[in-house]
Every structure is written in structure tokens, then in C-alpha cells.
């Protein structure tokens, strides 16, 4: 399986500062990486498709790059309703399978 | 718009089953594949697995192979999802997502408790 890790567990912003949250895949995944974002309480929203694909109703705030193992998801000027969880999800193989999340949190 | 809502919370016995529903609207139901995910609490995503509604065809995680049994209904535009022999480790949120993620349920939480 391939396996995703996602780094920091835990980022601590102040609304306005840009971040950018990591992803690496345990082996080569060409552009097949998506990232979703979950708020306490609510099920997971499609932000990223194929690493930097945008997804229609997603503030352009949001951006992906990336290939191979290397993924980000870059948020540009946090606001507060950007407070949460972030996974990635690869679909290059069977099983499917989602990092462990970054949680975004208030400083 | 599309929709995809899930049935209300189970609990269960250990050793029982349940059978959980996600009904699809806003959308050709047999052109995309209804995936399967859990999230125990505090925890990050699992996939289960995937059921190609048009044909009844499914892939399932190794992991949850045992475990689950994805069927789908065309009349109905439902997706279904039964889980057997039910212990602690299954208590968790179960989500059914459509339209390669695109869109999710509500979830629905399975509590498996004496």
C-alpha cells in the first residue's frame, strides 16, 4: 500500500499568514493527489484534485503543487473558517488510501 | 444538486451486523462509483472500498474485506454498505463519497456497544 505522510501534524496560524502544508507519497504517485479539507463535525470537502487541479466553488486562496512524492497545498492569507483538518488522498493504486492530516489551528 | 444522503445512526451489538444506506440524488447514479470510507473518532480516513452501481462490480481494502459488503439498488439510486461480526474497532463514522470524492454523505455513526 502506498503509504502518505503528511507534515506538521499541527500548524499554528495567525488569520492572514500564508502556509503550506506537505505531503509525500512512499512512492511515486505522478499527479494523483487530492486534498480535502474537514471541520470538526463535518464530512471531508474536495479542495485539490491531481495536485493543482482547482474544484469549482473552492476559494482561489487555495493552490496545490507537486508530482511524484512531493505534494503542497498552499494557503494563501488563512482566514478563520480555513481552521481545521487537511488530508491528502492518493488514487494512483489500489487501496485507496489518505495521510495522516495536518491540523490547522488559531495561534 | 447533487446529494448523497446516509442512513441514521446505528448501535449495535458485538457479534451483530448492520446495513447502512446512502441514497444518491442530482446525478446519474450507474455513471460513477460510490466509494466507502471510515473515520474512527479522533482519527484520520480509512477506504473500504468501491461499488460501480452499473455493474455491481466492487474492489474492497484487503483490510475490510471480510468485513464488508458493498450492493447497490438502480431503482433507488442506493448505495448500501453491511458490516458483520461487529466488535469495538468498528465504531466509527462511515461515509459514502460519490463522483470521485467530489461528494460526500453526512456519514452515519455506528456505535458497537453491549
Known amino acids: 500500500d502506498i503509504v502518505l505522510t503528511q507534515s506538521p501534524a499541527t500548524l499554528s496560524v495567525t488569520p492572514g499568514d500564508s502556509v503550506s502544508l506537505s505531503c509525500r507519497a512512499s512512492?511515486?504517485?505522478?499527479?494523483?493527489l487530492h486534498w480535502y479539507q474537514q471541520k470538526s463535525h463535518e464530512s471531508p470537502r474536495l479542495l485539490i484534485k491531481?495536485?493543482?487541479q482547482s474544484i469549482s466553488g473552492i476559494p482561489s486562496r487555495f493552490s496545490g503543487s507537486g508530482s511524484g512524492t512531493d505534494f503542497t497545498l498552499s494557503i494563501n492569507s488563512v482566514e478563520t473558517e480555513d481552521f481545521g483538518m487537511y488530508f491528502c488522498?492518493?488514487?494512483?493504486?489500489?487501496?485507496?488510501?489518505f495521510g495522516g492530516g495536518t491540523k490547522l489551528e488559531i495561534k | 444538486q447533487v446529494q448523497l444522503q446516509q442512513s441514521a445512526a446505528e448501535l449495535a451489538r458485538p457479534g451483530a451486523s448492520v446495513k447502512m444506506s446512502c441514497k444518491a440524488s442530482?446525478?446519474?447514479?450507474?455513471?460513477?462509483?460510490m466509494h466507502w470510507v471510515k473515520q474512527r473518532p479522533g482519527q484520520g480516513l480509512e477506504w473500504i472500498g468501491y461499488i460501480n452501481p452499473s455493474s455491481g462490480y466492487t474492489e474492497y481494502n484487503q483490510k475490510f474485506k471480510d468485513k464488508t459488503t458493498l450492493t447497490a439498488d438502480k431503482s433507488s439510486s442506493t448505495a448500501y454498505m453491511q458490516l458483520s461480526s461487529l466488535t469495538s474497532e468498528d465504531s466509527a463514522v462511515y461515509y459514502c463519497?460519490?463522483?470521485?470524492?467530489?461528494?460526500w454523505g453526512q456519514g452515519t455513526l455506528v456505535t458497537v456497544s453491549a
Open positions: 442530482g446525478y446519474t447514479f450507474t455513471s460513477y462509483t
Open positions: 491531481y495536485a493543482s
Open positions: 512512492q511515486s504517485i505522478s499527479n494523483n
Open positions: 488522498q492518493q488514487s494512483n493504486s489500489w487501496p485507496r488510501t
Open positions: 463519497a460519490g463522483i470521485t470524492f467530489a461528494y
